[in-house]
């Protein structure tokens, strides 16, 4: 009896009903000769149910992680071939499933399909679709309502149930849970799985049987999908390369830009200071003018005095006092213009 599990840890079934372990391996050379030895598949020993001597024999599921499909594919075919050999024809299959897997991924599915391509159409009325993990929910009818769902979905168990696979539910984890899985399998005929007949009486290889080619094709899509990604990454690497180039660019741009606005804010600031020098050295010109022009008429109205021996009139030193005036003023005014200027330079 063959019991494909989907995890790593020990099928419960096969501890429930016997108490001893033994691991079975084997050893087969490579292509560089190089001795490998793979630990995957559990044999129980011998024990007795109503009288019929049993043994189960366990193996890794295609979820194993730490091997890849093509290995697993490998370990599978050489103990069934090993089996075969010998005479020795299975009962029947127990497919292991979580009941506590609430979401069906597209590796489950893949497995099935795996699954399936091993046992081979003809066979899957040997195979026993065993639920397990009833602990982990929340109540039992929430696991119920999901194996009818399970039961009746054409991506998933209702092919294989409906080519005469039979689904039961090892729930309470006890010995005569799982013995009664047993004795479902013990109704059965001997089988020779298809991968048998493919890779003995055949002589087919791993790879060129059902089992293989499903792999394969898994593979095929898996690399399709890699190189997609692969593809997208470098699409986006180089989209990433390209902005960084234009933000470069942009950069370099904006570095003209200020260099040349602090050219244009130099060269106005240098004409806005030769204007100002201008200005006030116009304004000082003025004023001196203007100093001048007043000393000189009060020195010619002196001298006229002085000359003439007449007594300046009245209206006459007013009006040279108001031309004075005049003088001053303009000599303010050419001042504080030239403060203003100079505030604005600075």
Known sequence: MYSLRQSLSRSSTIRACSHTWSMFHYQRDGPDRERKVYHAVERADLFDLDGRRIILLDTPGFDDTNKTETEILRIIAFELEKQYCKGQTLHGVIYVHRISDFYVNGLAKTNLGIFR?????????????????????????????????????????????????????????????????????????????????????????????????????KLAQLELKLKAQFEAAEQAKEQLRQLQETMEEEKRNQARQYQLLQEQFADAKREREQAIHEAEERSRREIQAAEARWRQEVEAAERR?????????????????????????TLHYNEEHLEILQRRQY
């Open 117 to 217: 391509k091993l046992c081979g159409d003809s066979s899957l009325q040997n195979v026993v679709i065993m639920t397990n993990m009833w602990s982990r929910l929340h109540s039992e009818p929430e696991g119920r309502r999901r194996a009818v769902e399970l039961a009746s979905t054409d991506d998933f168990f209702k092919p294989a149930i409906v080519e005469g696979a039979v689904m039961m539910h090892h729930m309470q984890n006890t010995v005569e849970s799982a013995r009664t899985v047993i004795r479902q399998i013990l109704k059965n005929h001997p089988i020779a799985l298809s991968t048998y007949e493919e890779t003995v009486d055949q002589h087919t290889s791993i790879n060129k049987t059902g089992m293989g080619m499903t792999v394969d094709e």
């Open 305 to 329: 005095r002085v000359e003439n021996g007449v007594i300046v009139s009245g209206r006459s030193y007013a009006m040279i006092n108001q031309r004075a005036k005049s003088y001053y003023a």
